[in-house]
């Protein structure tokens, strides 16, 4: 089935450990993004990749990290995670090479740092 | 800066019709979407406008007027299953979408 998938679905986490959100595609997008979702808030854009090999900073980067090794794969790194990473993050990805601009979102994962 | 604004909550009865209203402003525009989103569950896509007017889509409808920021979802015959958030977001003249904080919409029997 298409789509994009998401893991973990959920997770707790203590301060000061790193964590990898995964996420995979098999849509052939060429763009991918991770969001977080906080309760009140919008989503905010954490980092995005506009093609494989390149990434971008969103609107909350820090203490984030992603790589884009291939089109398929996207994951997001803690380093060293804190309490105020506490929230629902989401990926997404965009063919955004035919004029599409729809954002097509996983699951989500639901991360608890204490 | 940026900003999306939008109702936090309403509240409509089955069957009626309900207009959630969203204003933008943003650093260039590139269309305007609207998103559901169930409780739990991932986004998902309604409806993209990037030139004035009304766009038609079965029981959901969206219109956009580029002059004055604003944006809205008209929902018919409203069904039990259309309790949800509604997102609204503006895409940025860097292709970004800049998200509201999404209106939570209750039907009532």
């Known amino acids: 089935i298409a789509g994009i998938t998401q893991a973990p679905t959920s997770q707790i986490l203590a301060a000061g450990r790193r964590m990898t959100l995964r996420c995979t595609q098999d849509m052939r997008h060429n763009a991918m993004y991770w969001y977080r979702q906080d309760l009140g808030l919008g989503l905010r854009l954490i980092h995005y990749s506009n093609t494989a090999g390149t990434t971008g900073k969103g609107e909350v980067p820090d203490g984030y990290s992603v790589s884009r090794a291939n089109t398929d794969d996207f994951p997001l790194t803690l380093a060293s995670a804190v309490p105020s990473q506490t929230s629902v993050y989401f990926c997404?990805?965009?063919?955004?090479?035919?004029?599409?601009?729809?954002?097509?979102f996983g699951p989500g994962t639901r991360l608890t740092v204490l | 800066g940026q900003n999306i604004d939008q109702p936090t909550e309403m509240t409509a009865t089955e069957g009626a019709i309900v207009q959630i209203n969203c204003t933008y402003q943003t650093s260039g525009f590139n269309g305007l979407f609207w998103y559901q989103q169930h409780a739990g569950e991932a986004p998902t896509f309604l409806s993209y406008?990037?030139l004035d007017g009304l766009e038609e889509k079965g029981r959901f409808s969206s219109f956009l007027s580029r002059s004055k920021g604003y944006s809205y979802l008209l929902l018919k015959e409203l069904q039990m299953k259309d309790s949800a958030s509604y997102l609204c977001?503006?895409?940025?003249?860097?292709?970004?979408?800049?998200w509201g904080a999404g209106t939570k919409l209750i039907i009532k029997p």
């Open positions: 997404a990805s965009s063919d955004t090479t035919s004029g599409g601009n729809e954002q097509f």
């Open positions: 977001a503006s895409m940025d003249s860097n292709y970004q979408l800049i």
């Open positions: 406008n990037v």
